[in-house]
């Protein structure tokens, strides 16, 4: 699988899923994967100077995702995701307990954020990401293209960081180095586009500062006490309204420069089941948005969301989109389904504590 955003001929298929949210279930034997990222403290510390150098920021100077934009030809499919066990959910960090608070206004998540990482290429990249729910309050929910490196074949991406309220240079509630990624096994060996998510744990926020030449480092906490945590849901039906949050940035085909990338935008809308061969896919799920493909992927896609509290339920991670009308205008964006597999790859990752980053 390329790593390529743009998908055309999207087709949505017919039936709905089994309905209602019910408690989670483990999903059968083992099927994910794990990698390291930065595994120590001193790893971790050389990805802080890496992205806050004594007299530059690597932050300021990274880009969008590099993906391919061309619209694909259409494609003739059939057939759409299916639940492989009965639905479930995760709260949400701090809905434990169901609250039916309500607001008119759409207010966006805290949990949302950019993750920055050395692509192939030796440059400074961007996704869109979200922090969830976890035992230890320190995991971080995105695309797998934009944890694992599907083009040179290394295992995962280098200097791997979540910036949660990113925004022109600030990191307002710290900066997370990631520790581990957990993926499908599929995506890990495979490379299934069905299974193009990944959960990375994250060490403490910290604020980094430079004083007479020499790294200063502040830790600031948890990255769930910080700045919350969605919940997970899958196996739901399709045809259910979610929000996409993300940092969508670069043109549509036809020119329109849509969107910077610089602030968090959303969309809203029904999903319904979609397929796209190109990407060796089966069991996709698509709800209509103008998202553009740069720095959208690994968009979160929010079950349920109440705006009051700001909290909903993962459901989906933008892997791609699509201009399914011809138009030269992306109307579509698509997701690997959420089933109990997803739920056994997260329920891996909920567990692993990081630890503090401390200056050796």
């Known amino acids: 699988m390329k790593r390529t955003l743009a998908f055309g001929g999207l087709v949505a298929t017919a039936g709905l899923l089994a309905a209602g949210l019910a408690a989670p279930a483990q999903a059968a034997g083992r099927t994910w994967a794990n990698d390291n990222l930065a595994s120590t403290n001193s790893a971790a510390l050389q990805v802080i100077k890496y992205w806050r150098g004594e007299r530059a920021s690597n932050f300021e100077n990274a880009t969008?995702?590099?993906?391919?934009?061309?619209?694909?030809?259409?494609?003739?499919?059939?057939?759409?995701?299916s639940a492989d066990s009965k639905p479930g959910v995760v709260p949400a960090i701090g809905d434990e307990k169901k609250s039916s608070s309500t607001s008119k206004n759409v207010n966006l998540p805290k949990t949302t954020g950019k993750v920055f990482f050395r692509g192939a290429d030796g440059r400074p990249h961007w996704c869109s990401a979200t922090s969830v729910q976890s035992t230890y309050h320190n995991l971080v929910a995105t695309a797998g293209h934009c944890v694992y490196d599907t083009v040179s074949n290394k295992a995962t991406m280098d200097y791997w960081v979540?910036?949660?309220?990113?925004?022109?240079?600030?990191?307002?509630?710290?900066?997370?180095?990631?520790?581990?990624?957990?993926?499908?096994?599929?995506?890990?060996?495979?490379?299934?586009?069905?299974?193009?998510?990944?959960?990375?744990?994250?060490?403490?926020?910290?604020?980094?500062?430079?004083?007479?030449?020499?790294?200063?480092?502040?830790?600031?906490?948890?990255?769930?006490?910080?700045?919350?945590?969605?919940?997970?849901?899958?196996?739901?039906?399709?045809?259910?309204s979610v929000y996409v949050f993300g940092y969508p940035s670069g043109s549509h085909p036809d020119g329109n420069?849509?969107?910077?990338?610089?602030?968090?935008?959303?969309?809203?809308?029904?999903?319904?089941?979609?397929?796209?061969?190109?990407?060796?896919?089966?069991?996709?799920?698509?709800?209509?948005?103008?998202?553009?493909?740069?720095?959208?992927l690994g968009s979160a896609w929010l079950l349920q969301y109440k705006s009051a509290r700001r909290l909903g339920y993962l459901n989906g991670v933008t892997i791609g989109v699509s201009d399914t009308d011809g138009n030269d205008r992306y109307d579509t964006s698509v997701s690997p389904y959420f089933d109990g597999e997803t739920y056994g790859v997260y329920n891996a990752a909920k567990n692993n504590w990081s630890g503090k980053i401390t200056a050796q």
């Open 162 to 240: 979540f910036v949660p309220g990113y925004y022109q240079g600030k990191t307002p509630w710290g900066i997370y180095v990631g520790k581990t990624a957990y993926t499908h096994y599929d995506y890990d060996v495979y490379e299934d586009g069905d299974r193009d998510y990944a959960f990375v744990t994250v060490y403490n926020g910290v604020l980094p500062s430079w004083e007479k030449r020499r790294l200063v480092i502040k830790d600031v906490g948890r990255l769930g006490d910080n700045v919350g945590g969605q919940g997970l849901a899958y196996n739901q039906k399709i045809g259910s």
């Open 64 to 81: 969008p995702y590099a993906v391919e934009t061309k619209v694909a030809a259409k494609h003739v499919s059939k057939g759409g995701p």
């Open 257 to 296: 420069h849509a969107f910077s990338g610089k602030t968090l935008k959303w969309s809203y809308g029904k999903t319904f089941a979609a397929t796209a061969p190109a990407i060796k896919a089966e069991e996709l799920q698509g709800v209509k948005s103008s998202f553009t493909g740069e720095g959208s």
